[in-house]
Protein backbone atom coordinates (compact mmCIF):
# COMPACT_ATOMS: atom_id res chain seq x y z
CA UNK A 1 0.00 0.00 0.00
CA UNK A 2 2.71 2.24 0.77
CA UNK A 3 3.99 1.75 -2.73
CA UNK A 4 0.92 2.61 -4.23
CA UNK A 5 0.43 5.79 -2.07
CA UNK A 6 3.66 7.03 -3.41
CA UNK A 7 2.21 6.31 -7.22
CA UNK A 8 -0.78 8.02 -6.87
CA UNK A 9 1.01 10.82 -4.74
CA UNK A 10 3.00 11.27 -8.23
CA UNK A 11 0.55 11.05 -10.19
CA UNK A 12 -1.11 13.78 -8.04
CA UNK A 13 1.56 16.55 -8.58
CA UNK A 14 1.32 15.37 -12.20
CA UNK A 15 -2.61 15.79 -12.75
CA UNK A 16 -2.12 19.12 -10.18
CA UNK A 17 -0.36 21.20 -12.45
CA UNK A 18 -2.90 20.40 -15.54
CA UNK A 19 -5.40 22.14 -13.71
CA UNK A 20 -4.22 24.86 -12.03
CA UNK A 21 -3.64 27.20 -15.17
CA UNK A 22 -0.02 27.27 -14.96
CA UNK A 23 0.59 24.64 -17.16
CA UNK A 24 2.21 25.09 -20.59
CA UNK A 25 -0.28 24.38 -22.62
CA UNK A 26 0.91 25.25 -25.57
CA UNK A 27 4.07 22.77 -25.86
CA UNK A 28 1.69 20.08 -24.81
CA UNK A 29 -0.75 20.77 -27.34
CA UNK A 30 1.46 19.46 -29.90
CA UNK A 31 3.29 16.83 -28.28
CA UNK A 32 -0.26 14.95 -28.19
CA UNK A 33 0.22 15.13 -32.30
CA UNK A 34 3.55 13.63 -31.80
CA UNK A 35 2.27 10.70 -29.55
CA UNK A 36 -0.47 10.08 -31.64
CA UNK A 37 1.89 9.10 -34.41
CA UNK A 38 3.72 6.12 -32.44
CA UNK A 39 1.25 5.55 -29.87
CA UNK A 40 -2.44 3.66 -30.44
CA UNK A 41 -3.03 3.16 -26.89
CA UNK A 42 -5.10 6.14 -25.50
CA UNK A 43 -2.54 8.67 -23.29
CA UNK A 44 -3.23 11.53 -21.04
CA UNK A 45 -0.70 14.27 -21.26
CA UNK A 46 -0.28 15.94 -17.61
CA UNK A 47 2.25 18.40 -16.78
CA UNK A 48 4.02 19.87 -13.67
CA UNK A 49 6.13 22.84 -13.16
CA UNK A 50 9.32 21.96 -11.72
CA UNK A 51 12.03 23.96 -9.70
CA UNK A 52 14.98 22.12 -12.06
CA UNK A 53 16.64 23.14 -15.15
CA UNK A 54 16.06 19.73 -16.90
CA UNK A 55 13.14 18.51 -18.77
CA UNK A 56 11.59 15.07 -18.58
CA UNK A 57 8.89 13.08 -19.78
CA UNK A 58 7.71 9.78 -17.95
CA UNK A 59 5.02 7.26 -18.26
CA UNK A 60 2.67 7.11 -15.19
CA UNK A 61 0.16 4.76 -14.77
CA UNK A 62 -0.87 3.98 -11.22
CA UNK A 63 -3.80 1.58 -12.85
CA UNK A 64 -1.19 -0.85 -14.09
CA UNK A 65 0.41 -1.23 -10.33
CA UNK A 66 -3.14 -2.10 -9.50
CA UNK A 67 -3.60 -4.69 -11.78
CA UNK A 68 -0.54 -6.21 -10.93
CA UNK A 69 -0.27 -5.55 -7.04
CA UNK A 70 -3.65 -5.20 -5.76
CA UNK A 71 -4.83 -8.61 -6.55
CA UNK A 72 -8.43 -8.61 -4.95
CA UNK A 73 -9.75 -5.44 -6.97
CA UNK A 74 -12.23 -7.22 -9.49
CA UNK A 75 -12.92 -4.04 -11.25
CA UNK A 76 -12.05 -2.99 -15.13
CA UNK A 77 -9.52 -0.88 -14.90
CA UNK A 78 -8.90 2.57 -17.40
CA UNK A 79 -6.97 1.88 -20.77
CA UNK A 80 -5.66 5.05 -20.75
CA UNK A 81 -2.13 5.71 -20.37
CA UNK A 82 -0.48 8.94 -18.50
CA UNK A 83 2.30 10.43 -19.25
CA UNK A 84 4.12 13.14 -17.18
CA UNK A 85 6.06 15.83 -18.71
CA UNK A 86 7.93 17.65 -16.29
CA UNK A 87 8.97 21.67 -17.47
CA UNK A 88 11.50 24.14 -16.08
CA UNK A 89 9.44 26.97 -14.45
CA UNK A 90 11.39 29.00 -16.27
CA UNK A 91 10.45 28.01 -19.32
CA UNK A 92 6.92 28.15 -18.79
CA UNK A 93 6.16 30.79 -21.62
CA UNK A 94 8.97 30.13 -23.27
CA UNK A 95 7.67 27.25 -25.95
CA UNK A 96 10.75 27.24 -28.14
CA UNK A 97 13.33 26.39 -25.31
CA UNK A 98 10.62 23.74 -24.81
CA UNK A 99 11.48 21.85 -27.98
CA UNK A 100 13.93 19.86 -25.81
CA UNK A 101 10.72 18.10 -24.84
CA UNK A 102 10.69 16.34 -28.16
CA UNK A 103 13.84 14.98 -27.45
CA UNK A 104 12.49 13.67 -24.07
CA UNK A 105 9.40 12.46 -25.91
CA UNK A 106 12.51 10.31 -28.17
CA UNK A 107 13.84 8.81 -24.59
CA UNK A 108 10.00 7.76 -23.68
CA UNK A 109 9.14 5.91 -26.84
CA UNK A 110 12.82 4.29 -26.78
CA UNK A 111 12.49 2.96 -23.42
CA UNK A 112 9.42 1.57 -23.79
CA UNK A 113 9.30 0.52 -27.49
CA UNK A 114 12.76 -0.96 -26.57
CA UNK A 115 14.49 0.45 -30.05
CA UNK A 116 17.94 0.89 -28.79
CA UNK A 117 18.03 -2.66 -27.22
CA UNK A 118 17.15 -4.02 -30.66
CA UNK A 119 19.88 -2.32 -32.16
CA UNK A 120 21.90 -3.50 -29.54
CA UNK A 121 20.83 -7.07 -30.61
CA UNK A 122 21.20 -6.10 -34.76
CA UNK A 123 24.44 -4.24 -34.11
CA UNK A 124 26.46 -5.93 -31.43
CA UNK A 125 29.56 -4.01 -29.83
CA UNK A 126 32.47 -5.72 -27.02
CA UNK A 127 30.85 -6.62 -24.11
CA UNK A 128 32.88 -3.67 -22.29
CA UNK A 129 31.51 -1.25 -24.46
CA UNK A 130 27.69 -2.40 -24.30
CA UNK A 131 26.74 -0.13 -21.58
CA UNK A 132 28.43 3.55 -22.93
CA UNK A 133 27.63 2.62 -26.49
CA UNK A 134 23.90 1.86 -25.46
CA UNK A 135 23.62 5.09 -23.88
CA UNK A 136 24.93 7.12 -26.67
CA UNK A 137 22.78 5.40 -28.92
CA UNK A 138 19.40 6.49 -26.59
CA UNK A 139 20.73 10.07 -27.12
CA UNK A 140 20.90 10.27 -30.72
CA UNK A 141 17.73 8.34 -31.08
CA UNK A 142 16.22 10.77 -29.24
CA UNK A 143 17.84 13.83 -31.17
CA UNK A 144 16.85 12.11 -34.08
CA UNK A 145 13.51 11.80 -33.02
CA UNK A 146 13.10 15.48 -32.21
CA UNK A 147 14.40 16.34 -35.39
CA UNK A 148 11.61 14.54 -37.20
CA UNK A 149 9.49 17.04 -35.96
CA UNK A 150 10.95 20.46 -34.76
CA UNK A 151 13.64 20.18 -37.80
CA UNK A 152 17.27 22.24 -36.78
CA UNK A 153 14.72 23.69 -33.89
CA UNK A 154 16.89 20.76 -31.76
CA UNK A 155 19.76 21.86 -32.99
CA UNK A 156 19.16 25.43 -31.81
CA UNK A 157 18.32 24.05 -28.55
CA UNK A 158 21.44 22.17 -28.27
CA UNK A 159 23.41 25.53 -29.03
CA UNK A 160 21.45 26.66 -26.33
CA UNK A 161 21.96 24.77 -23.70
CA UNK A 162 25.60 23.16 -24.25
CA UNK A 163 27.02 24.15 -27.02
CA UNK A 164 30.17 23.00 -25.83
CA UNK A 165 29.70 19.73 -24.56
CA UNK A 166 32.42 16.85 -24.44
CA UNK A 167 31.96 13.42 -24.58
CA UNK A 168 30.89 11.70 -21.39
CA UNK A 169 29.78 8.41 -20.45
CA UNK A 170 26.28 9.67 -20.61
CA UNK A 171 26.37 12.08 -23.66
CA UNK A 172 27.97 12.03 -27.05
CA UNK A 173 29.72 15.55 -27.83
CA UNK A 174 27.39 18.05 -28.82
CA UNK A 175 29.00 18.96 -31.89
CA UNK A 176 28.67 15.06 -32.83
CA UNK A 177 25.41 15.12 -31.92
CA UNK A 178 24.39 18.40 -34.57
CA UNK A 179 26.68 16.51 -37.00
CA UNK A 180 24.18 13.66 -37.02
CA UNK A 181 21.06 15.74 -36.75
CA UNK A 182 21.68 17.91 -39.70
CA UNK A 183 23.02 14.47 -42.10
CA UNK A 184 19.57 13.55 -41.42
CA UNK A 185 17.94 16.76 -41.86
CA UNK A 186 19.70 17.36 -45.31
CA UNK A 187 18.46 13.59 -46.71
CA UNK A 188 21.70 11.91 -46.23
CA UNK A 189 22.01 8.18 -45.59
CA UNK A 190 24.76 6.53 -42.80
CA UNK A 191 25.01 4.07 -40.78
CA UNK A 192 23.38 4.88 -37.43
CA UNK A 193 20.32 6.19 -39.02
CA UNK A 194 19.81 2.81 -41.02
CA UNK A 195 20.43 0.94 -37.88
CA UNK A 196 17.85 2.85 -36.07
CA UNK A 197 15.51 2.61 -39.33
CA UNK A 198 15.88 -1.44 -39.52
CA UNK A 199 15.04 -1.48 -35.68
CA UNK A 200 11.91 0.35 -35.94
CA UNK A 201 11.32 -1.54 -39.10
CA UNK A 202 11.35 -4.91 -36.75
CA UNK A 203 9.45 -4.05 -34.14
CA UNK A 204 6.44 -2.80 -36.39
CA UNK A 205 7.19 1.51 -35.36
CA UNK A 206 7.02 4.31 -38.35
CA UNK A 207 10.14 5.57 -39.88
CA UNK A 208 12.36 8.44 -38.55
CA UNK A 209 11.31 11.01 -41.36
CA UNK A 210 10.38 15.08 -41.50
CA UNK A 211 7.15 15.48 -40.07
CA UNK A 212 6.87 18.97 -40.01
CA UNK A 213 6.46 21.65 -42.43
CA UNK A 214 8.14 25.08 -42.19
CA UNK A 215 5.56 28.22 -41.71
CA UNK A 216 6.68 31.51 -43.40
CA UNK A 217 6.11 33.38 -40.07
CA UNK A 218 8.14 36.49 -41.04
CA UNK A 219 5.06 38.86 -42.01
CA UNK A 220 3.28 38.10 -38.90
CA UNK A 221 6.19 38.39 -36.12
CA UNK A 222 7.90 41.60 -37.86
CA UNK A 223 4.25 43.40 -37.62
CA UNK A 224 4.15 41.86 -34.30
CA UNK A 225 1.16 39.40 -34.78
CA UNK A 226 0.70 35.83 -34.21
CA UNK A 227 0.66 33.74 -37.46
CA UNK A 228 -2.04 31.60 -38.44
CA UNK A 229 -0.79 27.50 -38.76
CA UNK A 230 -2.17 25.35 -41.24
CA UNK A 231 -1.96 22.06 -40.19
CA UNK A 232 -0.28 19.86 -37.50
CA UNK A 233 3.08 19.55 -39.58
CA UNK A 234 3.17 23.86 -39.20
CA UNK A 235 2.40 23.63 -35.70
CA UNK A 236 6.23 21.50 -35.19
CA UNK A 237 7.60 23.33 -37.54
CA UNK A 238 6.87 26.71 -35.58
CA UNK A 239 9.61 25.26 -33.44
CA UNK A 240 12.31 25.77 -36.09
CA UNK A 241 10.78 28.96 -37.73
CA UNK A 242 10.72 30.69 -34.44
CA UNK A 243 14.46 29.85 -33.59
CA UNK A 244 15.49 30.94 -37.14
CA UNK A 245 13.81 34.37 -36.13
CA UNK A 246 14.93 34.53 -32.90
CA UNK A 247 18.39 34.00 -33.93
CA UNK A 248 18.06 36.89 -36.78
CA UNK A 249 16.27 39.51 -34.99
CA UNK A 250 19.50 39.00 -31.72
CA UNK A 251 21.99 38.83 -34.63
CA UNK A 252 20.62 42.58 -35.28
CA UNK A 253 18.94 41.71 -38.56
CA UNK A 254 15.75 41.61 -37.47
CA UNK A 255 12.68 44.13 -38.24
CA UNK A 256 12.61 47.80 -36.80
CA UNK A 257 10.75 46.91 -33.32
CA UNK A 258 13.65 44.51 -32.95
CA UNK A 259 16.59 47.48 -33.16
CA UNK A 260 15.72 49.35 -30.24
CA UNK A 261 14.94 46.10 -28.70
CA UNK A 262 17.32 44.70 -25.81
CA UNK A 263 18.08 40.94 -26.18
CA UNK A 264 15.83 39.34 -23.24
CA UNK A 265 13.15 41.37 -24.70
CA UNK A 266 13.22 40.18 -28.03
CA UNK A 267 13.47 36.44 -26.87
CA UNK A 268 10.56 37.43 -24.93
CA UNK A 269 8.45 38.70 -27.39
CA UNK A 270 9.38 35.96 -30.43
CA UNK A 271 8.38 33.13 -27.68
CA UNK A 272 5.28 35.13 -26.56
CA UNK A 273 4.07 35.07 -30.43
CA UNK A 274 5.11 31.58 -30.96
CA UNK A 275 3.14 30.99 -27.82
CA UNK A 276 -0.29 32.71 -29.20
CA UNK A 277 0.62 31.10 -33.22
CA UNK A 278 0.16 27.45 -31.00
CA UNK A 279 -2.70 28.84 -28.89
CA UNK A 280 -4.86 30.38 -31.66
CA UNK A 281 -4.21 27.24 -34.11
CA UNK A 282 -5.67 24.94 -31.19
CA UNK A 283 -8.85 26.86 -30.46
CA UNK A 284 -9.70 26.94 -33.88
CA UNK A 285 -8.90 23.19 -34.43
CA UNK A 286 -10.86 22.38 -31.42
CA UNK A 287 -13.92 24.70 -32.29
CA UNK A 288 -13.63 23.38 -36.12
CA UNK A 289 -13.96 19.15 -34.56
CA UNK A 290 -16.86 20.82 -32.12
CA UNK A 291 -18.95 22.23 -35.29
CA UNK A 292 -18.23 18.88 -37.30
Known amino acids: MRNFSEKVWVTHRYLQGSTTKELPYEIEYCMRFAIADWLTDECLVTTTLTEEKDFHLNPGDPWEFVGTAITRYDRPLPRGRLILIGVPRLYKHMPLFCSALYHELGHFLDLNR ?21 THRREHFADLFAACYVGSG ?9 PLGKRTFTHPPTVERIEVIRAFLAGEEFDELTMFQDAL ?14 PDIEASFDDIRPHVLSGKEELHGMMSSGWSYMAKALRGDGPSWTKSAKPLEIIRIVNDLTEKSIRN ?4 Q ?7
Open 154 to 162: IVDSLNAVN
Open 281 to 284: ASIR
Open 286 to 292: RWSSVIK
Open 114 to 134: NVTDTTMLLKSVPENLQEIVS
Open 201 to 214: TRLGLPRLERRFSI
